[in-house]
């Protein structure tokens, strides 16, 4: 069993890979570029979008965002782009894994906004007004 897990993972992470190589190829259509980048960015982001230490929604973020995304964006691309991104994706596992800055701006960027709609929403309950 933990060599079919392995397996999987493998594969999926050579998925991700492709993606990132199939987002700058200009065969892909527009819009599938736009949600490869949303997905590309999540998925090597440095920073979970919810961290692993909130139990049971931490590895949500692990085990069903990210995995889904990744569907999605394969399905959006044409198959003769994903057959030679799966091609470079194999030459860049063996050198090492790419880390996305704009994958942890991207998550940095959603917990300020989340942060500060709570603090707006505590600030109207406990003062009985608005703020502006």
């Given at each position: 069993?933990?060599?079919?897990?392995?397996?999987?993972?493998?594969?999926?992470?050579?998925?991700?890979?492709a993606?990132?190589?199939?987002?700058?190829?200009?065969?892909?259509?527009?819009?599938?570029?736009?949600?490869?980048?949303?997905?590309?960015a999540?998925?090597?982001?440095?920073?979970?979008?919810?961290?692993?230490?909130?139990?049971?929604l931490?590895?949500?973020?692990?085990?069903?965002?990210?995995?889904?995304?990744?569907?999605?964006?394969?399905?959006?691309?044409?198959?003769?782009?994903?057959?030679?991104?799966?091609?470079q994706?194999?030459?860049?596992?063996?050198?090492?894994?790419?880390?996305?800055?704009?994958?942890?701006?991207?998550?940095?960027?959603?917990?300020?906004?989340?942060?500060?709609?709570?603090?707006w929403?505590?600030?109207?309950?406990?003062?009985?007004?608005?703020?502006?």
């Open positions: 069993m933990l060599i079919t897990l392995k397996t999987r993972a493998r594969a999926l992470k050579r998925e991700a890979y993606l990132s190589i199939a987002m700058r190829d200009p065969r892909a259509p527009w819009h599938a570029r736009a949600v490869l980048a949303l997905v590309v999540h998925t090597f982001s440095p920073i979970d979008l919810i961290p692993d230490f909130i139990p049971v931490g590895y949500l973020d692990d085990l069903i965002i990210t995995p889904l995304g990744i569907l999605l964006a394969i399905k959006l691309i044409p198959p003769a782009v994903m057959a030679d991104a799966r091609r994706a194999e030459a860049l596992m063996q050198q090492g894994k790419p880390v996305s800055r704009a994958g942890a701006v991207m998550v940095i960027g959603v917990w300020i906004i989340a942060i500060g709609v709570i603090g929403i505590l600030w109207v309950t406990f003062t009985g007004r608005p703020s502006f």
